[in-house]
């Protein structure tokens, strides 16, 4: 009765079992995943310069 | 641009597909007969109960896409008002006190569009793949990707967790309540919707604490908003903001990141999964979630009109916290409005500390490869509940210390989630656009038109905000 209610990648077993496996990656992708990660330390960056801002301006 | 690695990871299951295939029909049913679990078969009474009412008699035909709707309620909704939490309805309440009803009414409805566009994607990845999307991120672009993906997630989910409990105590600090009992009352919420081990009762208590998300409505017809000027406003994106524009651009990047933050997206897929849906339930999916950021959209909405009448009365609402909010709208809403303003407070809280914690939780068991489901009990999967445990006490064990300076998370927090989400899209899109996972339910056309637009928008609002922090005197800053 279970298994004529769940797809086959549903069952607990089978997942564990099976995986999608990697994927190949094109240079543009790369390139992409990379600008992204260096934009999101920049800003986290900038983040931290803004609190520091507001923590000296407050009285 | 697709391939995968042959041999090491398949087994003798075969590899993963998109697949629809009945377990009962696939070649190795008699090997996972005998593999069922506590989680397996708890999965199986929630798809019968969806099964039944699609094939309901006669008598009941009438109600039967509603008695199916109903079963498939959930992950859209939970998300949207989760989202809607105390430093969300924070945001928007700081909107409404400092520029009333004008531009931002129709922008946050915006901001929700983009969050439909997003969530959507979500529903489609999980039904299909029957993964979460960490677990995804691992397997089709490695652990390098994934680390920085879950590092993303775990400092932006920490964060917001923070905020939560700030919010429960300062929603109930309006009704003189203790910190330490505020937390408390929150971590006994957390703990009691997990304690069932069933993932529908979960679901089904966290969205009756969700609705009250709705709290705001009333409290917004109490403070007698100018009807006429909020259509005007629907209409026209008028009366614009005045002031300075480092000011307002802080306040959309936070409005922007009170509606679409990284951590719904890895929720909504997870709850997907663990909630057992399949390719054939998408468009109650897609429902669920338009049901979602439509409520949603309207409680934030609230949330600025309850919030005008300060703005109407010059009264600066800048450094205002959570209860203060409350106790400066009580001369205009009375004191019971104000107490259904401090009460929605403590709800967003509430309901987002649980949802968000959760998160967590999930995307912890599926980057460990341990047990990650609310079907399976505390003893089979505890790792999993010992996250999402730990991170809420520790977050609401931060907010107790005395003199902490919480209010910078706050204020930052709404941000840092605008900021972490151009990475989150690009590995999103990138997923649903791969049709070794996908198969026929990858992105069309408008959909990817849509995603990539969303994700140069986000990115744009970032450069802003990076911009004005660099050169402050920019924008008058």
Redesign the interface.
Known sequence: ??????????????????????????PG?KI??WG??V??V???V??V???I???HATP | MSGRKPDSETSSFGSARPTTEIAASSPVAGDLAGLLTHEDVDRARDRWRVTRARWQGRGAQRFRPLRVLWLLVGPGVLVFLGENDAPSMLSYSATGARFGIGFFVPFVVLTFLIGLVVQEMTVRLGAVSHRGHAELIFDRFGKFWGFFSMGDLVIGNFLTLITEFIGIRAGLGFFGVRPVVAVGVGLIAVVGAITTGRYWTWERITLGLAIFNGLFIPAAILAHPDWPAVGHALLTWTPLPQGRAAEILLLILADIGATVTPWMIFFQQSAVVDKGMQPRDIRAGRFDTLLGATLAAIFAIAAILATAPLFHHGIDASQFQGAQFAEALAPWIGHVGAALFALGIFEAGIVAAIAISTSSAYAFGEVMGTGHSLNRPVADAWPFYSTLLGSACAAGALVLIPHAPLEFVVLTVNVIAVLAMPPALAFLILLVNDRDVMGEHVNGFWENAAGIVVTVLLVGVGIAFGVTTVFPRLLGG
């Open positions: 009765m279970v298994l004529s209610l769940l797809e086959t990648d549903q069952v607990v077993a089978a997942k564990q079992q099976t995986r999608f496996g990697r994927r190949t990656l094109s992708i992409l995943l992204l990660r934009y999101v920049v800003m986290f900038l983040v310069v803004s609190v801002r507001a923590i």
